[in-house]
């Protein structure tokens, strides 16, 4: 480690709080909202300190609330969506790095095209081929599947794009080595290249199972039965901004325990980053 | 592909599981856009319904937001698997209506159950909105409301306005407005959710003005918008004045100046009667009037026209399915549930028979103000200016009505280059939407 | 044509590792599956939006007629067209800009100290754990020009803050968001990134006597290269596609046209207002350009990446 002035480290400190701050805010603000009572929030601006209704509120949402509009017990909601963003991070993980695996360490005609093929998928959000993306599913007959919620969401490039810059980085040497070494593809992708991949695989891992995690408009389509619907499904169900009164103090709850999770998997990939950090130490 | 075997066997199983269930009752989709409160009445409907009888079940499915909404079920019918019952909103009536292939009237449905259908039960002004020139009902109006005056009565007290007395005209709520900001008791006179469907359509409703040709679209789709004579314009560039002396705030092209009113920043407000729930609840001193009208207009006050959303049904469904949509529509027009649905939602009752029952009850003497819009509705029979606007493209045409109105208001254009404008380039974008 | 690609993908061979497997059929057999899921969900629906993209059809698709090219011609001669162009211009540089230099400072500081650095890391990331569900209500709450804390603050401080009406403001605002929304992403690359460089080589030019600043650009900042390559492409096209989400949240592209993007044109005139002939040849013009900026990128770009 190199020697830090203590100025230097105190201002890194100060830049660090100052960036969570602006970046955290609106979780503090969603969580200062759900410690208040419905007319408080009703009546802006809303107090920037917690309110007395922690106690209330949580209880009111868990053991009514949420389940009550949502259709379905909050664990089905939950089981739903943690199978929803887990089959995404593992699936996408799993092909990405295949793919990017034989793009950088193989010679094969039609490699590049394959390659771009791939890569082109950054480019159409879902949004956009909609009803035709609707249309294979229903031919599939994989409306109300979990295969359905996360195959579709699985053909994009993000993931095989970072594992082929990644690989890109390692030496040539080490190949080499691998292979005087005598190992084969398959013992160089297991015991060299995955261990040395598993920072990005945790970042990677954290990125996906958000992204499956927060996914609203897709699962939206493709389910027609409450008890295969998301958190966030059932999150917009209890949100009306015109027409209806809206027990937000019981929205700002529920956004907070659709927000735990996603924090439990940054908390756990977290000891991944640090061991990666700790065995490269060079 | 050991992956793709077992993704193909994971949807292989979920197929089976998912298909075996349904026997004996006939399962009807119901597809609808209802948040909050109304998503619990939904939910409470549909139970009661498949409680009170044994031959068909109402499954009822969130969809998101009313244009989600509508996306899924064309997404859906594309696929040739549309629900039985899709909710639309009531600007995408026109493209509903465009879709005649694609759905069934509800008139047919409601006399194919074996009964008769009663057009003169429903509440006049609501039907004429859902119905075809023909005077056919196309669509079940499931949850209507109409825009109506709220008033903050401290901000009234303290401005030395008549707290018992609301302004009953534009003029006089262009006074009332300045005199709350001139005598500091807010900071704001005057603000409106909704600039192009209560200032422009129900402006010419309530008015009796023509908004466009062909009776604003209801009896030809080739239409031409017309809403850029003198009246309008005089009424915008009013409403551009006050923005420029701050007595008018600009809150948002749909719901959002509701905030502004609830945090007590506004003194007058203009909003549809669903947005009463949020009001009550938050505990201010409100008070409710008309829409206000426009003196100067012959006919006015004429009536208001509905806004919400209307039941639509798919065609290419089997005979059961339609009975059940039959059953389950004549279930809803039972006079104790829409007097419930009314109390409860503050949307319209949809029958005469609940609007009386629910005058009968006493509901209005405690609750004023909910009788207001439907006052509205119903004072005059409507004429041709005012059984609402319907285009094939009204979504979009909304969105060029406040293109331009945000540059008015930000002082860039006067109200008569603002409306022009929009009548232009409305006008072009209907045709385009016809094809021609 | 595949020459060329070949080019253009690996920037010649220096950019890749020398030593390869020689292998016939595995490598097919380890692109199968992402090929197979792309060619099923993306290349077929994509397909039928590009079919999509030459009709001329009712929403419900009852009446449908093939126009060849009139909807790009139609498109391209708008000018609105030509105004969301410029605006996303704007708002795509803006955007990628800010997003990935306030991360590189961050992730930069989260290296640098030791104390609290697992606490920073989690506090950092999970915004990012917010649905843009939830997301689009914060900022009603948040940054509403009536209501909103935060524009509270500003009028205090004397701004006067209106970007419901004032087009410049507004741009500043969708840019935030959108800037925000994107911080964690970077933040978290950015400090695998940093982690996997060799503390060896910065202790080493730190005796040569190499200042802090010095040992940033001249060393630190050239092996993060291709890190900082794949968010580049990555928020380029995050903010090119996916940011009409924020955009219809906060300002529904107003006022006026002021914040219209291209995709958010995409959305609303194919997805609100059922314009489906318009939209597809939109986004099939829109993927053209994203397509030439990625090949751009990878051409002049990552030529200059620095892979160790």
Redesign the interface.
């Known amino acids: 480690m190199i020697g830090q002035s203590p100025i230097r480290i105190g201002i890194a400190h100060i830049v660090l709080i100052l960036g969570i701050v602006v970046v955290a805010f609106p979780i503090y603000y969603t969580f200062v909202a759900s410690t208040h009572s419905l007319q408080t929030i009703l009546r802006p601006p809303l107090p920037l300190v917690p309110g007395d209704r922690f106690f209330e509120n949580y209880w009111t949402a868990l053991f009514g609330g949420v389940g009550r509009i949502g259709g379905v017990s909050v664990g089905t909601l939950l089981l739903n969506t943690t199978v929803m963003a887990l089959g995404i991070a593992v699936g996408k993980i799993v092909i990405s790095i295949l793919s990017a695996y034989a793009i950088v360490f193989f010679r094969f005609p039609l490699r590049m095209m394959f390659f771009w093929l791939i890569f082109i998928t950054l480019m159409l959000p879902v949004e956009v081929r909609i009803l035709p993306t609707y249309k294979v599913m229903v031919d599939f007959g994989l409306i109300d599947t979990y295969a359905g919620l996360t195959l579709p969401l699985m053909a994009s490039a993000t993931a095989t794009l970072l594992f082929r810059q990644f690989f890109l980085t390692i030496p040539g040497e080490l190949v080499e080595a691998a292979r005087v070494d005598g190992a084969g593809p398959w013992r160089f992708f297991k015991d060299i290249l995955l261990p040395l991949s598993k920072t990005n695989i945790a970042a990677l891992f954290v990125i996906l199972f958000i992204y499956g995690w927060t996914q609203y408009l897709w699962p939206l389509l493709v389910t027609n039965r409450n008890d295969m619907g998301t958190i966030v499904i059932a999150l917009k169900k209890m949100i009306s901004f015109a027409d209806a009164d809206t027990e937000w103090h019981l929205v700002m709850v529920t956004s907070i325990l659709a927000i735990v999770p996603p924090i439990l998997v940054v908390l756990f990939m977290q000891r991944w980053f640090v061991k990666g950090l700790v065995e490269t130490e060079k | 592909m050991k992956f793709q075997g077992l993704a193909a066997g994971a949807a292989a199983a979920f197929t089976l599981l998912s298909t075996s269930s349904a026997f004996a009752v006939t399962e009807i989709s119901w597809w609808h856009a209802m948040t909050g409160a109304n998503n619990e009445v939904v939910e409470q409907l549909s139970k009661e319904f498949n409680e009170s009888q044994g031959d068909y079940k109402i499954v009822p499915v969130f969809k998101g937001t009313y244009p989600e909404t509508l996306n899924a079920g064309i997404a859906a019918f594309r696929a040739k698997q549309p629900p039985a019952i899709m909710q639309v909103f009531d600007v995408g009536t026109g493209v509903m209506m465009a879709a005649e292939g694609a759905v069934k009237p509800v008139a047919e449905i409601l006399s194919m159950g074996g009964g008769t259908f009663d057009k003169s039960q429903y509440l006049p002004g609501i039907v004429a909105y859902y119905s075809k020139p023909d005077g056919t009902m196309l669509s079940f109006p499931y949850n209507s409301s109409s825009p109506i005056l709220y008033y903050n009565k401290d901000i009234f007290e303290k401005a030395g306005l008549d707290v018992n007395n609301p302004p009953k005209t534009w003029p006089e709520v262009w006074e009332a407005a300045r005199k709350i900001k001139t005598s500091g008791a807010a900071s704001c006179g005057y603000t409106s959710t909704w600039l192009t469907w209560i200032h422009l359509e129900n402006f010419a409703s309530w008015n009796d003005l023509q908004y466009a040709t062909h009776e604003n679209g209801l009896a030809d789709t080739n239409v031409e918008l017309k809403f850029n004579s003198p009246i309008f314009v005089k009424h915008f560039q009013e409403i551009a004045d006050l923005a420029k002396d701050g007595v008018f705030r600009y809150g948002g092209r749909t719901s959002e100046a509701k905030q502004i009113f609830l945090a007590g920043e506004c003194g007058i407000f203009t909003e549809s009667s669903g947005g009463l729930g949020d009001i009550v609840k938050s505990g201010m001193n409100y008070g409710i009037g008309q829409l206000p009208y426009e003196p100067d207009a012959k006919g006015a006050p004429q009536n208001t026209t509905p806004g919400g959303a209307s039941l639509w049904v798919f065609g290419g469904k089997s005979d059961e399915e339609y009975k059940g949509v039959a059953e389950f529509f004549k279930f809803l027009s039972k006079t104790d549930i829409q007097a419930r649905l009314h109390q409860v939602s503050g949307y319209l009752p949809v029958t005469l028979a609940a609007y009386e029952e629910t005058k009968k009850s006493g509901f209005y003497d405690k609750n004023p103000g909910r009788e207001t819009p439907i006052l509205q509705m119903m004072g005059k029979a409507p004429t041709e200016n005012s059984k609402g606007v319907r285009l094939v493209n009204l979504p979009q045409v909304r969105d060029i009505q406040n293109e331009e109105f945000e540059k008015m208001l930000a002082g860039e254009q006067t109200a008569q280059q603002a409306l022009d404008n929009a009548v232009q380039r409305g006008n072009a974008a209907i045709q385009q939407a016809l094809g021609n | 044509m595949?020459r060329r690609?070949?080019d253009?993908?690996?920037g010649g061979s220096s950019?890749?590792?020398?030593?390869?497997?020689p292998?016939?059929i595995?490598?097919?057999?380890?692109?199968?599956?992402?090929?197979?899921?792309?060619a099923?969900?993306?290349?077929?629906?994509?397909s039928?939006?590009l079919y999509?993209s030459m009709l001329?059809e009712?929403?419900?698709?009852?009446n449908s007629?093939f126009v060849w090219f009139d909807n790009f011609a139609?498109v391209l001669a708008d000018p609105n067209y030509l105004n969301s162009v410029r605006v996303t211009a704007v708002f795509s540089l803006a955007t990628a800009f800010v997003a990935m230099a306030?991360a590189l400072?961050?992730a930069v500081?989260?290296d640098?100290?030791?104390r609290?650095r697992?606490i920073?890391?989690?506090?950092?990331?999970?915004?990012?754990?917010?649905?843009?569900?939830?997301?689009g209500?914060?900022w009603?709450?948040?940054f509403?020009p009536?209501?909103?804390?935060l524009a509270?603050m500003l009028r205090w401080l004397g701004i006067n803050w209106d970007p419901?009406?004032?087009?410049p403001q507004a741009m500043v605002l969708v840019v935030a968001a959108a800037a925000?929304k994107q911080?964690?992403?970077n933040f978290?690359?950015f400090?695998?990134g940093l982690?996997?460089i060799?503390?060896?080589l910065?202790?080493a030019a730190?005796i040569d006597g190499a200042g802090?600043t010095k040992r940033f650009w001249t060393i630190v900042f050239p092996l993060l290269a291709?890190?900082t390559?794949?968010l580049l492409?990555?928020n380029t096209?995050y903010a090119f596609?996916?940011t009409?989400g924020i955009i219809h949240a906060v300002t529904?592209?107003?006022?006026?046209?002021a914040t219209e993007t291209l995709?958010y044109k995409?959305?609303?005139d194919?997805?609100?207002?059922?314009?489906?002939g318009d939209?597809?040849a939109q986004?099939v013009i829109?993927?053209v350009i994203?397509?030439a900026l990625?090949a751009f990128q990878f051409r002049f770009v990552e030529r200059k990446v620095h892979?160790?």
Do not use: C, H
Request: charge should be positive.
């Open positions: 595949g690609q070949e253009i993908g690996s950019l890749s590792p020398r030593v390869i497997f292998n016939k595995l490598p097919y057999l380890l692109v199968a599956p992402q090929l197979a899921i792309t099923v969900f993306f290349y077929w629906p994509a039928q939006a999509q001329r009712d929403p419900f698709g009852l007629k139609r306030v400072l961050l500081m989260a640098k100290v030791v609290g697992g920073y890391r989690t506090l950092m990331i999970w915004p990012y754990a917010v649905a843009p569900a939830i997301a209500m914060l009603l709450f948040l509403n009536s209501i909103g804390s509270y419901l009406l004032n087009g925000w911080i964690s992403y978290l690359f400090v695998a982690q996997a060799p503390r060896t910065i202790e730190a802090e291709p890190t390559f794949f492409v990555i096209t596609f996916d009409f529904g592209g107003g006022p006026g046209k995709v995409v959305y609303n194919g997805f609100v207002n059922l314009i489906l939209s597809a986004s829109l993927m994203v397509i990625t892979y160790g």
